[in-house]
């Protein structure tokens, strides 16, 4: 079998548990912790604004996107219709790019080399092939379109004439399915951010004590996640929108 085609298949195995990528780099955490040198400053400021850009990439990319593509289906592809504005219109894995934006931000809080490279090269491994087996779907289901809008669109690096040539999304944004699809993300990497933090003050002062600051912000999420599980259970967030007709 060819490489190409062994990347294929090993990226569609990869698809259906790509929900788990956090297990790996809470590994990496775990290995490096007594490592930590405590908190930097810049770097956590840094890390904290990644992260919440990718939060707001993924935000920006879901509320626009019709039912029956980017979703969080992992038993195989699904592509009603092929996402070519928004954000599709500038990079074609947007919602990719925002992934490795939190987990970037995330390791730059740990404030370790080591985590950021490891984390890095973990979040490669998966993608790739999840990435190329995506692709192999989209060019058949697609054909010369997708093969098109390939040659002109990068696949995770934008171009700079992407930005000038931005096509903006059909319809409005939709704010109860981006509810629906991200209140989770948002919940995970905050966890992710409030453990990384613990360690960090735990390795400094050997207490895991967070600043009112920190608290707050956990508080709010955890608020924010429990009302729209609520809403989410009692039918009160508005169905998906309707997909395009392929045809």
């Known amino acids: 079998m060819l490489l190409s085609n062994r990347l294929v298949r090993w990226g569609n195995v990869l698809f259906r548990y790509r929900g788990y990528q956090g297990i790996p780099l809470l590994l990496v955490l775990l290995w490096r912790w007594e490592r930590l040198a405590g908190t930097i400053p810049v770097l956590e400021r840094t890390g904290i604004a990644i992260t919440v850009a990718g939060l707001l990439l993924r935000g920006a990319t879901v509320g626009f996107v019709p039912e029956g593509t980017s979703g969080r289906n992992t038993k ?38 080591a985590i950021i490279l490891f984390n890095s090269l973990i979040f490669a491994a998966v993608y790739i092939p999840i990435i190329l087996a995506e692709e192999d779907f989209l060019s058949a289901r697609f054909g010369e379109t997708y093969r098109e809008y390939a040659s002109r669109v990068n696949c995770f690096f934008a171009r700079t004439s992407s930005f000038r040539s931005f096509t903006a999304p059909e319809g409005g944004f939709n704010l109860p399915v981006t509810l629906k699809r991200e209140h989770d993300t948002v919940m995970t990497t905050t ?29 709010a999420v955890t608020t924010f996640w429990v009302v729209v599980k609520i809403l989410k259970k009692t039918g009160k967030i508005s169905p998906m929108r309707q997909a395009l007709s392929p045809e």
Do not use: C, F, M
């Not at 592509?79 to 730059?108: F, Q």
């Not at 990384?196 to 508080?219: C, F, K, P």
């Open 76 to 113: 195989r592809q699904i592509a009603k219709v092929l996402n070519t504005t928004g954000t599709y219109s500038i990079v074609r894995n947007p919602l990719y790019v925002a992934n490795y934006l939190l987990v970037l931000g995330v390791s730059l809080v740990a404030a370790d080399t």
């Open 191 to 219: 966890a992710s951010l409030l453990a990384v933090r613990s360690l960090l003050e735990y390795r400094a002062s050997g207490t895991a004590h967070l600043s009112l600051g920190w608290n707050l912000v956990g508080i």
